[in-house]
C-alpha cells in the first residue's frame, strides 16, 4: 500500500491527501503534500472506557498500557498532518492537547433524512412493546451495551411489560453473544440486516446503553431521522447536541435507565413528543446539508476555495 501510495504521488500534482482515521496515515510516505486526517474517533480514549469497565486484571492493566501507547501514536500522528476533522466539539478538544495549534474543524456524523423517515403505520400493541439497539456487533463497545442491557436492565423493564422485546440489529453477532442471551426470555439477535428501516420503524423505543466509545453514534442520528424516541447513557449521545428531556432522555445506571424506559412505554405522547423532537434536531443538524458546510470549512483550509460543488457531499 505505501508503494501504491508513493507511485500514485508522482503522476501529477495533488491538493491533499485524505486518510479515513488514525491507521489511514500510516502507509503515507514522507510527502508535501497536505494530509488531512479524518478522526472518526478518539482511539486511545476507548481503551481507557473499556480499562475502565474491566473486571479482568489482567485485561485492565493491558489495556491501559495500550491506551498510554495509542495516545502516543495519535499525538505524533498529528504532528505529521496539516488539518484533521473531528466529529464533535468533544473530540475537537482532545485532539488539541496531542498538538495545541493544529487546525481541527467540527465535521458531524449525518444521515441521508429523505432516506431514513418516520414511519407511523407500523406500530405493536402497547402490553408487547419492541425496544431496539442497531449496530455492528463485532465492535466490542456495542457488545458490552447489549450485554449490559440484557443482564442489567432488561429484567425491570419486563417484570412491568412481561411481553417486551429486546431486539439486537446489526451484522457478526458472535456464537457467544448469541449463546449468552439464549437464557434471557424476550431477547433477539438478527444477525446481519438488509434495510434499518423497518427494524426501526417497528420499535417502540431505541435504547443506546453504551459505556465504551469515542466519536458520535450513528445509531443516534438513524434513529432521530425515524423518528424515534431514544433513551441513551450519557456516554451515548457524547458529542451530540442532543438536549435531555426534551429530544432524547438520558441516563447511566441500570436502575434509572430501566425507569425512564418503563415510563416512556407507559406515555406514547410522550413518546411520540420526543421522536418527533430528535427528527427535528437531527434535520437541523445533521443532515448531508449540514456535512457539507463543515467540510467546505475545513478543507478551504487546505486548497483556498470550497472543494464540494452542490448541495450534497460525494
Not at 493491558?62 to 488539518?83: F, K, L, P, S
Request: charged share 25%; glycine share 6%; proline share 6%.
Amino acid at each position: 500500500m505505501r508503494t501504491l501510495i508513493k507511485s500514485r504521488l508522482k503522476t501529477r500534482d495533488y491538493d491533499f491527501v485524505l486518510a479515513d482515521g488514525l491507521h489511514g496515515v500510516i502507509n503515507i510516505p514522507h510527502t508535501d503534500v497536505p494530509i488531512v486526517l479524518n478522526c472518526h474517533n478518539v482511539e486511545w480514549l476507548i481503551l481507557e472506557r473499556y480499562a475502565a469497565v474491566q473486571r479482568n486484571l489482567a485485561k485492565k492493566v493491558y489495556a491501559r498500557i495500550e491506551a498510554r501507547r495509542m495516545r502516543e501514536a495519535e499525538r505524533t500522528t498529528c504532528d505529521r498532518i496539516a488539518v484533521a476533522l473531528a466529529c464533535s466539539k468533544i473530540d475537537r478538544a482532545l485532539l488539541l492537547e496531542l498538538r495545541p495549534g493544529l487546525p481541527i474543524f467540527v465535521v458531524p456524523n449525518c444521515v441521508d433524512t429523505d432516506y431514513i423517515t418516520p414511519n407511523p403505520t407500523v406500530s405493536r400493541l402497547e402490553s408487547e412493546p419492541t425496544l431496539i439497539f442497531q449496530g455492528v456487533m463485532d465492535w466490542y463497545p456495542n457488545c458490552d451495551a447489549v450485554k449490559f442491557f440484557a443482564n442489567e436492565i432488561f429484567p425491570a423493564i419486563r417484570r412491568e411489560f412481561p411481553r417486551a422485546r429486546f431486539v439486537v440489529a446489526g451484522r457478526n453477532p458472535s456464537s457467544e453473544l448469541r449463546q449468552s442471551f439464549a437464557a434471557i426470555p424476550g431477547v433477539e439477535v438478527t444477525g446481519t440486516v438488509a434495510d434499518i428501516r423497518p427494524y426501526l420503524s417497528e420499535a417502540s423505543l431505541v435504547v443506546v446503553p453504551l459505556r465504551i466509545g469515542s466519536g458520535t453514534r450513528l445509531k443516534i442520528l438513524e434513529s432521530a431521522a425515524a423518528g424515534k424516541p431514544i433513551v441513551s447513557t450519557s456516554l451515548g449521545v457524547e458529542g451530540l447536541d442532543f438536549h435531555s428531556h426534551k429530544e432524547i432522555v438520558i441516563a447511566d445506571e441500570p436502575d434509572s435507565f430501566a425507569r425512564e424506559v418503563i415510563s416512556l412505554l407507559r406515555n406514547p405522547q410522550r413518546r411520540k413528543a420526543l421522536g418527533d423532537a430528535a427528527r427535528e434536531r437531527v434535520v437541523r443538524s445533521y443532515s448531508q446539508e449540514a456535512l457539507r458546510q463543515a467540510l467546505n470549512a475545513a478543507l478551504v483550509k487546505v486548497v483556498g476555495e470550497p472543494a464540494i460543488a452542490g448541495g450534497t457531499a460525494q
